[in-house]
């Protein structure tokens, strides 16, 4: 048999062959790596895997109790240098029996912490089969049409928020400098709240906004911890008033702390007089959508911006005018995505939004998050009916933020923090998070995952309960 071809060296990256050894590597080898019965056959264990470790999601603890490094004494430290027979099953069992019981859970029908990163068969199927390009507009979330291709704006799929984010703050920045001159971005500033995720900020920074033109507008417990367009309103006049040029504004529907809602259409007003859209909007198909990570859909009201900012070819005008005229004959005109965000290369993650719309249909899809809106409002049923206990902040959409009233505050939040960590170390118990909002220590419990069911709420208070009770009986034995 003939020595294989190098470059098979470097594309194998099933059995470790990855640097050129002094043996060569058949070439029968190298045609198995696209062998049709190959995949079929390590396709039906790795099928088999995820099934059984679906079936089986209820048994495995949510939270590992293992630490950071411990595969490292159970994994080989080298890769082997030769294929092994039936490596691919072996690296199974090695997942199976290794690598699984050492992850958290975030499918687990007990998995209460964080935000939901739910999936289903059909999104884990489409991630499997992405591999062309597609387009898609989800009419169901009732957007402005000005976001939509049909009313001069656009979508495009990406991969996180952090992403969506910063292609939306570089597009506004340039727009902005190709106005008052490149000179001037020293002076742009740029707005959220102190409930704004960090990934604003960063953006911020990436996007070349000085650190103390980040404005974090603060929020209060009195109006759930939503931003006061008021205060935006002055902070922003002060700002023009001392020669700074105000920028970008971004708002959360759904706060990751508390899902607190700052009020878009009034911020909007603030801006720019009362316009009904906003200029941008994207939202994490990963986290509730049943989207199999990672899948950011964003929709933006000037495409033409973006590609100014991100565009390769600076043909972007004639491209716009292109895509008009498609739009005009009906059609939705053709978008270059590079254009639009930070990669050339992308996945095909529309495919897997298909397939979910496709499979469970929008109506499934509302049931879906109604279903756990609906177990959300049970937990905060529970949980104001025990006089022990507060709602925090006023639940909306499926996080109930609660906490242990306490006759000390000063003690309050200690006695929260020893809750949460009692109620995660509990055997086969709930994994619950928790925020810190305004000096306040919460826990959280979000409900979102695909397998949980009522039972599954109930059993989280009730192990909530139990903690309290022996901490509050300790306590009292204490005092
Ligand atoms: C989850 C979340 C983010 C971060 O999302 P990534 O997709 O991980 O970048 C940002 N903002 C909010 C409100 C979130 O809930």
Redesign the pocket.
């Known amino acids: 048999m003939a020595p294989a071809p190098s470059h098979c060296h470097a594309t194998n990256g099933n059995n470790g062959a990855i640097a050129a050894s002094d043996t060569p590597v058949k070439t029968q080898h190298c045609a198995r790596l696209l062998d049709a019965d190959e995949f079929r056959r390590q396709g039906r264990l790795v099928v088999d895997l995820i099934a059984d470790y679906y079936a089986g999601m209820g048994e495995y603890p949510v939270h590992p109790t293992v630490s950071p490094g411990f595969l490292r004494h159970r994994l080989p430290a080298e890769p082997p240098s030769r294929r092994e027979p039936d490596a691919f099953a072996a690296a199974m069992q090695d997942v199976r029996d290794v690598i699984l019981p050492g992850l958290t859970h975030w499918q687990s029908p007990r998995h209460f912490a964080h935000?939901p990163a739910s999936s289903s068969t059909a999104g884990a199927l489409g991630e499997a089969l992405a591999g062309r390009h597609q387009r898609r507009s989800l009419h169901a979330l009732h957007l402005p049409e000005r976001l939509l291709f049909a009313g001069g704006g656009g979508g495009s799929i990406l991969g996180?928020?952090?992403?969506a984010i910063l292609c939306a703050l570089v597009a506004a920045r340039d727009r902005k400098l190709a106005a008052i001159g490149e000179g001037r971005i020293g002076d742009l500033v740029v707005y959220c709240s102190d409930q704004t995720?960090f990934?604003f900020c960063k953006a911020a920074r990436i996007a070349g906004i000085r650190g103390r033109h980040s404005r974090e507008m603060p929020t209060y417990r009195d109006n759930a911890f939503g931003v006061f367009s008021g205060a935006l309103r002055a902070a922003m006049r002060r700002e023009a008033d001392a020669g700074l040029v105000p920028l970008f504004v971004c708002a959360?529907v759904?706060?990751?702390q508390t899902t607190a809602v700052d009020p878009v259409g009034e911020l909007r007003g603030a801006v720019a007089g009362g316009v009904e859209a906003v200029d941008s909007f994207s939202m994490?198909a990963?986290?509730w959508l049943l989207a199999n990570n990672?899948c950011?859909v964003m929709w933006v009201r000037t495409p033409s911006a973006l590609v100014a900012a991100l565009g390769t070819d600076q043909e972007y005008i004639l491209k716009d005018a292109a895509a008009e005229t498609a739009a005009a004959d009906g059609g939705e005109g053709v978008v270059d995505y590079k254009d639009w965000g930070i990669t050339l290369t992308r996945r095909f993650r529309a495919l897997k939004l298909w397939l979910v719309l496709r499979c469970y249909g929008v109506e499934g899809l509302r049931e879906h998050i109604r279903s756990h809106v609906g177990m959300a409002a049970a937990f905060e049923g529970m949980v104001r009916a025990d006089a022990r206990f507060e709602v925090v902040t006023p639940r909306r959409f499926a996080l109930v933020c609660f906490r242990l009233r306490s006759p000390n505050k000063k003690t309050a939040n200690e006695l929260n923090r020893r809750l949460l960590e009692e109620v995660n170390a509990a055997s086969s118990g709930p994994y619950m998070s928790s925020a810190n909002v305004g000096g306040v220590y919460m826990l959280r419990c979000a409900v979102g995952s695909t397998l949980t069911e009522e039972r599954h709420v109930r059993e989280a208070w009730k192990v909530v309960q139990d903690r309290a009770t022996s901490i509050l009986s300790k306590m009292e034995i204490i005092m």
């Open positions: 935000f996180t928020t952090c992403e995720h990934a959360t759904g706060t990751t994490n990963h986290k990672d950011c």
